[in-house]
């Protein structure tokens, strides 16, 4: 007894298998390497260091609460955060898949929000893209486009709701 032909569905859904396996494959690949080589290029910006002191209060208690929201997975983001001695000044870092929905979707937002005890127009996002811009416009909060940053041209796509070329510009405008 012969087997009937495949027809064209079946083979697409035998590629569309394929295809989400080495997509499960390629990505498992990508975060092993990332694993070890996040570090190769990342580094703190000259001035950040102050910036973070000053805004944070150069550890005195203070009413500013500073989180991280990444599209990157929670545990580079970590990761980088600690390896960098960012991770003191941070409540909170979340990553890509921290939450269903990754920025520019307003979800992260509102999560850190509620964990902050804050309002909306009691918080700013600093970025560096127009998703960091478009997330705090989904969000409703106030924005800061640093053009500094590893996205500045796509700041032109989304503007914030104002830009800054320098670390001290970015401590001017928000102790201000």
Not at 28 to 46: C, S
Not at 119 to 139: L, P, W
């Amino acid at each position: 007894m012969s087997r009937p032909p495949r027809t064209w569905l079946s083979r697409l859904a035998d590629l569309k298998h394929k295809d989400e396996e080495f997509v499960e494959e390629a990505l498992i690949y990508f975060l092993d390497w990332y694993r070890e080589h996040k570090l190769d290029f990342t580094y703190v910006y000259d001035g950040i260091i102050e910036v973070l002191d000053a805004i944070h209060g150069n550890g005195e208690i203070s009413a500013r609460k500073m989180a991280v929201l990444s599209n990157k997975p929670v545990g580079p983001s970590r990761a980088i955060c600690n390896a960098l001695g960012l991770s003191k000044y941070f409540f909170a870092v979340h990553g890509g898949n921290s939450f269903e929905t990754k920025k520019p979707d307003p979800l992260g937002v509102n999560m850190l929000l509620a964990e902050s005890g804050m309002k909306a127009e009691q918080a700013v996002i600093i970025g560096d893209s127009a998703i960091d811009m478009q997330t705090a416009a989904n969000s409703g909060i106030w924005s800061v486009g640093v053009t500094y940053g590893l996205s500045p041209e796509t700041l032109r796509q989304t503007q914030g709701d104002i830009h800054v070329d320098t670390p001290q510009e970015l401590t001017q405008v928000l102790l201000a």
